[in-house]
């Protein structure tokens, strides 16, 4: 009971940790259409006799209308952005009314249960899909761009079994970007029959209509954007703080798009009481930019934050081992971009870095030979590992290096009576202890280990031994440090940069000796919707990470 009664006190903390995150991003508009039903007797016309001027001619005196001038417009412009010698300068106007006949068609097809219709839309594959142009973001933030020409933009959405490499993707679903494109017009006596073709999409779709190609219309920040609009990870952020073994259950690496054997990973990882949700708008802006989603993949990683992050780090490693080997190629582990925010920074660095025996000997006063048995894996991965990939580029955002004062106060405290850590980490060091006493622990760490581990709040605590350790570790690659700053965006020298701080995390803690670059962006511990910040990830994955 004492436990929930500093639940309200606690909140503080957590309001400070983490961004909130919004329940609901898009509204889905409807199109005002005005297409009236045509009820005479009509004919779809035999167009391949006509020249292209012809046809250009007849395609441009088509009203727009009702719904049988709109399939014979259709039908026309299908046929006439298949001619070899159509004018360039139509060729654009042509696309344009393709697109919007056929728009029409779709949204009146939708809009209209009547038996009696005359104009039938026939999928090949047919799904359930919601209209990309008509979701309109909330947040002008997260509104996704279009790519392409030809065609209408929709998102799939199919349920996740879990089944096999379905396990990497969101368990809200999977979203899929695609695109409408016509295959052919029929007229069967009074009825006409629009066939049509549903195309997934990566960055560069195409579809060949004739001899001429067209680049697919889509949009992958819709498909993100409706995988945003289910999203209920968030519900697990205080779970996987306090109860870190009831959230267990949604750890794990989660591809944002299609899963691709060639393209570099780009790894996401919040921080304390927190979820992938805070990455939308850095996410949202790297689907919009086509050259880099050429070159990238993005993962985002969830974990419950109640457990140190050493010991998520062991667990994230492992997941990022394990989808490696369902992606099965080997040459994707050479490179990677990790981004980590707060408490997720340690982590990618932990992820991005060869441990050697630095760890262990700061925590245990004997070599590992003569401490563990076979049954302590779980305790030698936390301490002694190698980096997941072979050079990993890591940004890392408002990440408390020499860890932050607001662990230390009340609230921290507060925060640290009300973890409940995962068995399978206590046991094993309650275990080991029991075995082998409590003497192979060295002094710094006894008050840390004694007690069967510590919580995520007591390692952020400036002065803990194994983040003193790690902060002189390198790293396998470059590294940038973002630092947030509720101030002043620019120090001189080492007295007014200790004045900077987010409100959480220092200038001194968050500002890593080892990175590349350094930039400091208005955040009061939130710089992962910076929009400072954002810019200069994606300038750097543009021009100097390769």
Same mark, same amino acid.
């Given at each position: 009971?004492?436990?929930?009664?500093?639940?309200?006190?606690?909140?503080?903390?957590?309001?400070?940790?983490?961004? +909130?995150?919004?329940? !609901?991003?898009?509204? /889905?508009?409807?199109?005002?259409?005005?297409?009236?039903?045509?009820?005479?007797?009509?004919?779809?016309?035999?167009?391949?006799?006509?020249?292209?001027?012809?046809?250009?001619?007849? +395609?441009?005196?088509?009203?727009?209308?009702?719904?049988?001038?709109?399939?014979? %417009?259709?039908? +026309?412009?299908?046929?006439?952005?298949?001619?070899?010698?159509?004018?360039?300068?139509?060729?654009?106007?042509?696309?344009?009314? &393709?697109?919007?006949?056929?728009?029409?068609?779709?949204?009146?097809?939708?809009?209209?249960?009547?038996?009696?219709?005359?104009?039938?839309?026939?999928?090949?594959?047919?799904?359930?899909?919601? *209209?990309?142009?008509?979701?309109?973001?909330?947040?002008?933030?997260?509104?996704?761009?279009?790519?392409?020409?030809?065609?209408?933009?929709?998102?799939?959405?199919?349920?996740?079994?879990?089944?096999?490499?379905?396990?990497?993707? @969101?368990?809200?679903?999977? =979203?899929?970007?695609?695109?409408?494109?016509?295959? /052919?017009?029929?007229?069967?006596?009074?009825?006409?029959?629009?066939?049509?073709?549903?195309?997934?999409?990566?960055?560069?779709?195409?579809?060949?209509?004739?001899? $001429?190609?067209?680049?697919?219309?889509?949009?992958?920040?819709?498909? &993100?954007?409706?995988?945003?609009?289910?999203?209920? #990870?968030?519900?697990?952020?205080?779970?996987?703080?306090?109860?870190?073994?009831?959230?267990?259950?949604?750890?794990?690496?989660?591809?944002?798009?299609? #899963?691709?054997?060639?393209?570099?990973?780009?790894?996401? #990882?919040?921080?304390?009481?927190?979820? @992938?949700?805070?990455?939308?708008?850095?996410?949202?802006?790297? *689907?919009?930019?086509?050259?880099?989603?050429?070159? &990238?993949?993005?993962?985002?990683?969830?974990?419950?934050?109640?457990?140190?992050?050493?010991?998520?780090?062991?667990?994230?490693?492992?997941? *990022?081992?394990?989808?490696?080997?369902?992606?099965?190629?080997? /040459?994707?582990?050479?490179?990677?971009?990790?981004?980590?925010?707060?408490?997720?920074?340690?982590?990618?660095?932990?992820?991005?870095?060869?441990?050697?025996?630095?760890?262990?000997?700061?925590?245990?006063?004997?070599?590992?030979?003569?401490?563990?048995?076979?049954?302590?894996?779980?305790?030698?991965?936390?301490?002694?590992?190698?980096?997941?990939?072979?050079?990993?580029?890591?940004?890392?955002?408002?990440?408390?290096?020499?860890?932050?004062?607001?662990?230390?106060?009340?609230?921290?405290?507060?925060?640290?009576?009300?973890?409940?850590?995962?068995?399978?980490?206590?046991?094993?060091?309650?275990?080991?202890?029991?075995?082998?006493? @409590?003497?192979?622990?060295?002094?710094?760490?006894?008050?840390?280990?004694?007690? $069967?581990? @510590?919580?995520?709040?007591?390692?952020? !605590?400036?002065?803990?031994?194994?983040?003193?350790?790690?902060?002189?570790?390198?790293?396998?690659?470059?590294?940038?440090?973002?630092?947030?700053?509720?101030?002043?965006?620019? +120090?001189?020298?080492?007295?007014?940069?200790?004045?900077?701080?987010?409100?959480?995390?220092? &200038?001194?803690?968050?500002?890593?000796?080892?990175?590349?670059?350094?930039?400091?962006?208005?955040?009061?511990?939130?710089?992962?919707?910076?929009?400072?910040?954002?810019?200069? #990830?994606?300038?750097? %994955?543009? =021009?100097?990470?390769?």
């Amino acid at each position: 009971m004492v436990k929930y009664l500093h639940l309200s006190f606690f909140l503080l903390l957590t309001t400070v940790l983490v961004g +909130c995150s919004s329940s !609901r991003f898009f509204d /889905q508009q409807s199109s005002e259409l005005t297409i009236k039903k045509e009820s005479g007797i009509s004919f779809l016309l035999n167009l391949t006799d006509l020249t292209t001027e012809e046809l250009q001619a007849h +395609c441009l005196s088509l009203p727009k209308n009702t719904d049988i001038t709109l399939v014979s %417009l259709l039908h +026309c412009n299908n046929e006439l952005l298949r001619r070899e010698d159509l004018n360039p300068s139509l060729r654009d106007d042509m696309i344009a009314t &393709y697109n919007e006949a056929l728009f029409s068609l779709i949204v009146t097809d939708q809009q209209q249960n009547d038996p009696t219709k005359r104009v039938i839309l026939k999928y090949a594959d047919p799904v359930s899909f919601t *209209l990309s142009e008509q979701m309109l973001a909330l947040d002008t933030r997260i509104k996704p761009d279009f790519f392409g020409e030809l065609g209408i933009p929709i998102v799939i959405n199919r349920d996740n079994d879990q089944k096999e490499a379905n396990i990497y993707y @969101p368990l809200e679903g999977i =979203f899929q970007d695609a695109t409408i494109v016509v295959d /052919q017009v029929k007229q069967h006596g009074t009825t006409f029959e629009i066939s049509l073709n549903i195309h997934a999409n990566d960055e560069t779709a195409s579809i060949n209509l004739g001899a $001429n190609e067209y680049q697919l219309k889509h949009s992958p920040g819709s498909a &993100y954007l409706a995988l945003l609009e289910e999203a209920n #990870i968030d519900d697990f952020n205080w779970m996987g703080f306090v109860s870190p073994s009831q959230a267990e259950k949604r750890r794990g690496v989660f591809s944002i798009g299609a #899963i691709s054997k060639q393209k570099i990973p780009l790894i996401m #990882i919040h921080g304390l009481n927190s979820d @992938p949700l805070i990455w939308r708008h850095l996410t949202m802006a790297l *689907l919009n930019e086509p050259e880099l989603m050429s070159r &990238y993949q993005i993962w985002h990683i969830y974990y419950p934050s109640g457990p140190p992050p050493f010991y998520t780090a062991r667990r994230t490693r492992d997941d *990022l081992r394990s989808m490696l080997q369902e992606i099965d190629n080997p /040459q994707l582990s050479d490179n990677a971009v990790i981004i980590g925010h707060s408490m997720g920074g340690i982590i990618a660095k932990l992820v991005a870095t060869k441990s050697n025996l630095r760890l262990w000997d700061a925590t245990f006063n004997i070599p590992p030979a003569e401490l563990l048995t076979p049954d302590n894996d779980t305790i030698k991965d936390i301490f002694i590992f190698d980096p997941v990939f072979k050079k990993s580029t890591v940004f890392f955002l408002d990440t408390p290096f020499k860890g932050s004062e607001v662990a230390n106060s009340a609230v921290g405290y507060i925060g640290d009576f009300l973890v409940s850590l995962p068995s399978e980490f206590t046991d094993s060091f309650k275990n080991l202890i029991e075995r082998v006493g @409590p003497d192979v622990i060295t002094k710094k760490m006894q008050p840390f280990l004694l007690d $069967n581990g @510590p919580n995520s709040v007591e390692v952020l !605590r400036p002065g803990h031994p194994l983040m003193d350790t790690l902060y002189d570790i390198p790293l396998a690659g470059d590294s940038y440090a973002i630092i947030g700053s509720n101030g002043e965006l620019k +120090c001189e020298d080492s007295i007014t940069c200790s004045s900077i701080s987010d409100g959480v995390v220092s &200038y001194d803690s968050a500002n890593y000796s080892g990175a590349k670059e350094r930039v400091i962006v208005p955040s009061s511990h939130n710089s992962f919707q910076s929009e400072e910040a954002i810019d200069f #990830i994606l300038i750097k %994955l543009e =021009f100097e990470v390769h």
